[in-house]
């Protein structure tokens, strides 16, 4: 196994009574991308607050990149990138002036910070916009050039926090393919995200959190095998007709998952009895976490 | 299993390279919006010089043996510096941190609470140094007498500036709501603005009022500005230079503390 990028262990944190992160264990070893995926309120932006040292947890260890937060955290700051959820750029200076700042502030040497903007633009595909003020971009080129803040300095280590929530379709493939090069790289990536799409395509592991808690990690194929078989029975009708298949399904010793027009019947593999007629498809990454969570991701 | 080893020398509170970012940005995003920032903090100061100067000023011939505009021109520049550092940071650190969420972002760079309270100040302090002359310019247009003493000026508006920003930071960092803070300003800056010696001199004030009004770091900025006008006064200048620095330590390190209890979870 390679060394670990990320390790944290039976890390807590409460705000007065609200338990957002409860004993959670999690690993991303370094040059792989996990997952991380889970309902709001699931305690992901608070972890990633706590790799940041922006969170102080109440127990638990956390180490990144070999320092131990939050005591050195300004050290594993200085090797890895941040992609925060809300933009939190300097919206009236330009593209090329939002990079140099972060230049300063991760430290490149005066002789390399030509070089760093130029690497970063090109990355996120902004040397054409490079004098734009950020507050004439698109949000599609806003959210590339917060990925390019966050790679100016060359980092091993990329935090994103649903790096494409509230993008349309065509600029959330254009981000998939950045994070895809990264990953090719050989940068590690913990990316929060609760699209699950998002988490098969680019995540080489992930790990699904509830209430504050990793219920499930692993390799997407291997959980959705191990959690819900290799195929789904979706079946369709009016609600009447739902709830009666759904009794029968676990009747059987069926798991059962609802959804709004449909029932979606899973680990055929454990049927007792004939398992009712509808649509078959291959189970997937959503099943698992409804399966596992009781929540539907929205 | 532990974490890849450290690739490098572990770094250290207050650095200098992490404050030098933080003004940096500061500087890149002030040539987006200097203009407003110059005529806010130079002609606002430049009306009250301009109304108590000329107002009373045809009122009151001589105060402490200055015509009333040197009185009031010297005495101006503490309020001029006052304005430009605790305004700019109670307002503005509140507005990076509650709603443009700037701090965020710097706070996941290498850099720490302690190193971005203290290159704002550092930043605000010069600015309020800068601007605080402004009085003393229009002064000299209206009679002033040049002296190779106000070269001493902007450092003082500087020790100053650093004092009062960091108290707009400490405020900023206690408040919970942007609307509290004329709270603030009725209750903590106009009175002490009034009486600091730059309109009148606290001499005619009762007895409890003068000494309360030692107790004002504007005071001692007001006295040193004059000072450094018409002559300096050896080790009582030392001593409001001493009072100076002392406010603007304390105010750094609280403006730090609660900041940093408002900043990290």
């Known amino acids: 196994m390679p060394p670990l990028a990320i390790r944290l262990h039976g890390v807590r944190k409460t705000y007065g009574a609200l338990v957002a992160v409860d004993g959670l264990d999690l690993v991303v070893p370094e040059g792989t991308c996990v997952g991380l995926l889970g309902p709001n309120g699931a305690g992901k932006s608070t972890t990633m607050r706590m790799l940041t040292a922006q969170a102080i947890p109440d127990a638990g260890e956390i180490e990144v990149l070999g320092h131990r ?9 200085a090797l ?14 330009t593209v090329e002036q939002n990079l140099v700042v972060f230049t300063h502030l991760y430290r490149i040497r005066r002789t390399e910070r030509r070089a760093a903007v130029e690497r970063a ?26 990925i390019a803040r966050a790679l100016v300095h060359r980092p091993r280590l990329v935090l994103m926090d649903e790096p494409t929530v509230g993008l349309d379709p065509q600029v959330r493939q254009e981000i998939w393919a950045l994070i895809d090069a990264l990953r090719s790289e050989g940068v590690s990536i913990l990316m929060s995200t609760h699209y699950i799409e998002e988490a098969e395509r680019l995540a080489d592991t992930v790990t699904v959190m509830s209430h504050g808690r990793a219920v499930a990690a692993g390799v997407p194929d291997v959980l959705i095998a191990e959690h819900c078989g290799a195929e789904a029975v979706e ?25 709004g027009t449909s029932v979606a019947l899973l680990r055929l593999q454990d049927a007792t009895g004939p398992v009712p007629p509808g649509e078959r498809r291959p189970a997937n990454l959503e099943d698992v976490f409804v399966l596992l969570t009781g929540e539907e991701i929205t | 299993m532990t974490t890849a080893p450290p690739p490098g020398p572990r770094l250290h509170r207050l650095e200098r390279s992490a404050v030098m970012g933080v003004l940096v940005r500061e500087v890149i995003n002030f040539s987006s919006y200097w203009r407003s920032v110059t005529v806010s903090s130079t002609v606002e100061p430049t009306i009250y010089l301009l109304a108590f100067g000329f107002g009373f000023g045809s009122l009151v011939a001589k105060v402490q043996g200055l015509d009333y505009v040197e009185f009031v021109g010297t005495g101006t520049v503490a309020t001029a510096v006052m304005f430009a550092s605790v305004f700019t940071t109670m307002f503005g650190t509140f507005v990076k941190r509650e ?23 550092l930043w605000v302090a010069a600015r309020a140094g800068v601007y605080g002359t402004a009085p003393l310019v229009v002064a000299m247009l209206f009679g002033l007498d040049p002296s190779w003493g106000m070269l001493a000026v902007p450092p003082i508006g500087f020790i100053t500036g650093f004092g009062w920003a960091s108290f707009g930071v400490l405020i900023a960092a206690i408040l919970k709501s942007i609307d509290h803070f004329s709270y603030v300003t009725s209750i903590v800056i106009t009175p002490v ?30 006295q040193l500005v004059r000072h450094a006008a018409f002559g300096w006064h050896g080790w009582t200048d030392a001593g409001h230079v001493g009072a100076l620095l002392v406010f603007g330590a304390v105010m750094w390190r609280l403006a730090i503390w609660r900041s940093r209890e408002r900043l990290i979870d």
């Open chain 1, 121 to 146: 633009l090109g990355i996120a595909n902004l040397a054409d916009r490079r004098d734009t003020r950020v507050d004439k971009l698109s949000g599609g080129m806003r959210r590339r050039l917060l």
């Open chain 1, 235 to 259: 079946v369709y009708g009016p609600p009447a007709r739902l709830a009666e298949v759904e009794a029968g399904a676990q009747a059987i010793g069926l798991r059962t998952r609802r959804t």
């Open chain 1, 69 to 77: 937060l939050p005591g050195q955290s300004k050290s594993a700051r």
């Open chain 2, 99 to 121: 709603y443009q969420r700037t701090y965020d972002a710097i706070l996941a760079a290498p850099v720490d609470t302690e190193e971005l309270v203290t290159g704002e100040v």
């Open chain 1, 80 to 93: 890895m990138g941040v992609v925060p959820q809300l933009d939190k750029l300097d919206t009236t200076l």
């Open chain 2, 193 to 222: 603005f009034l009486v600091a010696g730059t309109y009148f001199p606290l001499d005619g004030l009762p007895e409890w009022a003068q000494v309360a009004g030692h107790f004002n770091p504007l005071y001692h900025c007001v």
